[in-house]
Nanobody
Framework: QVQLVESGGGSVQAGGSLRLSCAAS????????VAWFRQAPGKEREFVAG????????IYADSVKGRFTISRDNAKNTVFLQMNSLNPEDAAVYYC???????????????WGQGTQVTVSS
């Protein structure tokens, strides 16, 4: 069973950047695809970005394309989310999770971490 811990959240001004990390325990991390989701107060959890097992394939939500980049380092059991040009609409709790297939649907994922808060002020 993979356990995930997110970190790197914080408060930034609009236009700023943050780099989130998702650290995994367990030897099977590289056998999973990994995705980032986010959830703002009063809203449903939404897909942000996902990455294949090798890191060769990535998918993004339209709202973050060109601003966010997902990457992974399997040797360090870690997935990253580089977030640039942040705007107030990006404010949310960000979660990472793993799955067998690279899809943008939360119910396919498991091993959810506790999340990391991102706050963006205008």
């Amino acid at each position: 069973q993979v356990q995930l811990v997110e970190s790197g959240g914080g408060s930034v001004q609009a236009g700023g950047s943050l780099r989130l990390s998702c650290a995994a325990s367990g030897r099977t991390f590289s056998s999973y695809v990994v995705a980032w989701f986010r959830q703002a107060p009063g809203k449903e959890r939404e897909f942000v970005a996902g990455i294949s097992r090798s890191g060769s394939s990535t998918i993004y939500a339209d709202s973050v394309k060109g601003r966010f980049t997902i990457s992974r380092d399997n040797a360090k059991n870690t997935v990253f989310l580089q977030m640039n040009s942040l705007n107030p609409e990006d404010a949310a709790v960000y979660y990472c999770a793993v799955a067998e297939l690279l899809v943008a649907v939360a119910r396919w994922y498991k091993g959810w971490g506790q999340g990391t808060q991102v706050t963006v002020s205008s």
